[in-house]
């Protein structure tokens, strides 16, 4: 086995080839040429990665190996592990972006000449750029990361460094997906946009994955803190590729309650996403600490404790923005420091989001705003409401959630620009602080905004009522014919692995692109996987690019591609129409483009569909399911018989739109007439 040799499992090998493991099975036991083992352990042996993919180009099964799967595996095969593998790579990559000249220095090194080399290299621009005191460890030996120290350069060379790490560790996260919780993309900008616009220095004291501080740009420093050491180490890594050179960026690990790692450091914003529910968050070591300026917070109130500790490190008038449980603008046992923050003008801002908005995604979480209180200044008399749920969307769909955010960014910019904002049923209101101080200290905004008004009321009501007659009737007319009985069908089939591989159809996974930093274009829509379920136009939009105006090329659907969502366990196929051709295809999402001198849309999406092709194709966890879309099967049928079946499909596909149709209809109507018999807009007749 050569010195540098990356190993692979049976379950990597299979990812390569785009087959299941059973194959990779067989492929051991029939072919007496297949690579040997040489590592890991009787029931999960590992082979020489160069040794397979040698053996698979031979035998047709693996034309190229795309080097972004070549680069993963390097990662995933590392001895210490992929957090230690990120490290390094990160490393080199912070090396490249510091001086892009290097790649071809260090690519014309041998292999004992880079790993003796790098080390030093390594350390310098880390202490560089966190200081010396940082999370980053690198091993004293990098003799066995060679291999994957020349991928990552070969995929930076055209990616670019930071897009290059960004790759790595959105594959180290998707694979461990309840190891971590995660701060999505969409409440990230939000909770930035509240806390305004490029402020001089950050802190996240809780930084998980550095979503929070990636969607600021902050001018002068970032502070961050993480109690896992090698999340906060791949986080460091991550925000220092993301953030201006000129900023100066400090990560640190470990507990930020019980150790702080910043004690004497005040900044200009505060953004949050604490960990919900925790007991033991120091309640019986910190009783008697300074942070509780509002009050001492209850066991069962982590959520105050880390609100405090950050006020604590806002400087006079700077901003906190909070992501909470909506239990916290409730609960009994936190209402006296509740009172204090309203009676002092600390708490300015309640932001209610849509259920589903961020994790736990059960629950609709409210985002808190803070300002810290000034001396000299009084504090203010009122306090902002907010609930997102109010926001029309269409039909009965919710809101899409680029409104929601910019209703949102637009009640608080008046709010804070004016000290109050016209009052909207159902979605925002300026409420007095004294109302709130009674027994309860309630600030859960739907408790206190005056419900909605049924839309139009009873005339709106009827035009309802006859779009949902009419749309009955159609649903009746286009209703499948009876179905004519047949026997199982025994046809060959192939799977969309091999027919990606022959050519017929090009395969995609959607997650990607940003738009333009500077606003010169348009954000482009992205069709996301809930647009997918639920049959609607895209309603997501790209995110900004970064400040040097690089901007990452997104998947781009076209009329009469397949989309196909990969979470949840649903047999989802669509084929993309004119009114979704041009957007973005969103996270989780993989696009079929077919050849259809070969293969037919329809048809496609059909077969896709089946409960038992799912099925087969489906990987489960404890908490959910994932369709591995290369296994999905297709039937091998002349091109006149799949467009047969595609028509019928496609027939099928037209009824159930127009049952979903109806169903958000009858929805609207029937809530309609409680809303109105209700609030008195509409009698009982």
């Known amino acids: 086995m050569p010195e540098h040799a990356s190993e692979v499992t049976a379950a990597g090998i299979a990812r390569l080839a785009g087959v299941g493991r ?61 957090p230690a593998a990120l490290r390094i790579a990160g ?19 041998t292999d004992d000449e880079l790993a003796a080399r790098l080390p030093a290299d390594m350390e310098a621009v880390l202490a560089a750029r966190f200081g010396a005191e940082h999370p980053v460890r690198l091993p004293d030996s990098l003799d066995e990361a060679v291999p994957l120290l020349r991928t990552t ?77 090698e999340l906060a180490s791949l986080t460091a890594l991550r925000i220092a590729m993301a953030t201006d050179p000129a900023v100066r960026v400090r990560v640190a690990s470990g507990d930020s309650l019980r150790e702080d790692a910043f004690p004497e450091d005040s900044v200009d914003t505060v953004l949050c996403h604490p960990p919900f529910n925790e007991r033991n968050w120091g309640h019986d070591e910190l009783g008697y600490d300074a942070r509780w300026e509002y009050g ?67 629950l609709p979480l409210h985002l808190w705003v803070l300002r810290k209180p000034e001396p000299d200044r009084r504090p203010p008399a009122e306090l902002l409401l907010f609930d997102a749920a109010g ?27 004016h ?113 997918v379920v639920a049959g609607g136009d895209p309603t997501g939009l790209l995110p900004p690019g970064r400040p040097d105006g690089s901007v990452e090329e997104p998947v781009v659907v076209e009329e009469g591609d397949v989309v196909v969502p990969v979470l949840g366990g649903g047999a989802v196929a669509r084929v993309v129409d004119a009114a979704s051709a041009g957007a973005a295809l969103g996270r989780n999402v993989y696009l079929l483009r077919p050849d259809t001198s070969a293969l037919d849309p329809w048809f496609l999406a059909g077969f896709l569909r089946g409960t038992a092709n799912n099925r087969q194709a489906s990987s489960f966890a404890s908490t959910s399911t994932r369709l591995d879309v290369r296994r999905l099967q297709v039937p091998r049928l002349p091109l006149a018989d799949q467009r047969r079946y595609g028509e019928r499909f496609r027939t099928l596909a037209a009824f159930e739109e127009t049952l979903r149709q109806a169903t958000q209809l009858g929805d609207l109507l029937v809530q309609g007439l409680y809303d109105g018999l209700t609030d008195g807009t509409v009698r009982p007749g």
């Open 296 to 362: 001492f917070p209850a066991r069962t109130e982590s959520e105050l404790a880390w609100l405090q500790h950050s006020l604590a490190h806002v400087r006079d008038g700077g901003t906190v923005v909070m992501l909470m449980p909506p239990a916290a603008a409730s609960r009994r046992s936190g209402r006296r420091v509740r009172a204090d923050l309203l009676r002092r003008g600390a708490l300015r801002a309640v932001v209610a989001l849509p259920a589903g908005a961020a994790p736990p995604h059960g």
């Open 22 to 82: 059973a194959a990779v099975s067989n492929w051991r036991r029939r072919h007496d040429d297949f690579p040997r083992p040489v590592g890991g352990s009787d029931t999960s042996p590992t082979y020489e990665l160069s040794a397979v993919e040698r053996w698979l180009h031979e035998q047709g099964k693996l034309p190229s190996v795309p080097l972004h799967e070549r680069l993963w595996q390097r990662a995933d095969s590392h001895p210490d592990g992929v």
């Open 153 to 229: 350069a070969k995929f930076a060379q055209d990616t670019g460094p930071a897009q290059t790490y960004e790759f790595l560790f959105g594959r180290y996260l998707d694979a461990n997906p309840r190891q971590f919780t995660l701060t999505p993309q969409g409440p990230a900008e939000l909770m930035a946009a509240l806390a305004g616009e490029r402020p001089g220095s950050v802190l996240d004291p809780a930084c998980g994955s550095g979503a929070l501080l990636r969607a600021c740009a902050p001018t002068a420093s970032v502070h961050a803190q993480e109690i896992d050491p």
């Open 419 to 531: 000290g109050a904002v016209p009052d909207r049923p159902g979605v925002n209101r300026t409420l007095p602080v004294i109302e709130l101080l009674d027994d309860d200290v309630d600030v859960t905004p739907a408790r206190h905004l005056p419900p909605p008004a049924a839309e139009g009321g009873a005339a709106a009501l009827e035009s309802v009522r006859d779009r949902l007659a009419m749309t009955l009737r159609r649903t009746a007319e286009i209703a499948p014919a009876p179905p004519a009985a047949g026997e199982p069908a025994r046809w060959p089939t192939t799977t969309v692995g091999e027919l990606a591989r022959a050519g017929a159809l090009l395969m995609r996974a959607g997650g990607g692109g940003t738009a333009p930093a500077d606003g010169s274009a348009a954000a482009r829509a992205v069709l996301t996987e809930h647009d």
């Open 391 to 417: 926001i029309p969307g269409h039909g009965a769909e919710k809101a899409p959630w680029y409104a929601v955010s910019a209703a949102a960014i637009e009640a608080w910019t008046a709010f804070d620009g």
């Open 91 to 109: 490393s080199l990559l912070m090396l490249f972006q510091e001086d892009p000249r290097l790649q071809i220095s260090y690519s014309a090194a």
